[in-house]
């Protein structure tokens, strides 16, 4: 699978291979009326390997996945809270 036409950002050379990940990453939220704290977020994003250096990263289109688990996230929390006021 090859999701991007990128060459490796370490080396310049044309041998990346893409494979699908489960990356976890930290967003700050602040809930109301509690600290603020961090919720772990997983998404499945394109890692871009090197084969000539060995080296692994991420691109724009990992962004543009992890802003969409994001707004995920605030709906889910968004439908929650309207859950609780319905009660
Ligand atoms: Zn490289």
């Given amino acids: 699978m090859n999701l991007t036409e990128d060459w490796c950002i370490a080396c310049g050379v ?3 291979t893409t494979e699908m990940k489960d990356i976890e ?8 009326g509690e600290q603020n704290s961090t919720v772990t977020l ?3 994003v394109p890692v871009l390997h090197c084969d ?3 080296f692994d ?3 724009y289109v990992a962004d543009d996945i992890k802003e969409q688990v994001v707004n995920d ?3 889910a929390v ?5 859950l ?3 009660i």
């Fill in 25 to 32: 990453f930290g967003l700050r939220i602040a809930p109301l």
């Fill in 73 to 75: 996230f605030y709906k």
């Fill in 57 to 59: 990263y991420c691109n």
């Fill in 42 to 44: 997983t998404a499945t």
């Fill in 84 to 86: 609780r006021k319905a």
């Fill in 78 to 82: 968004e439908r929650q809270i309207q």
């Fill in 52 to 54: 000539v250096c060995n």
């Fill in 14 to 16: 044309r041998n990346v």
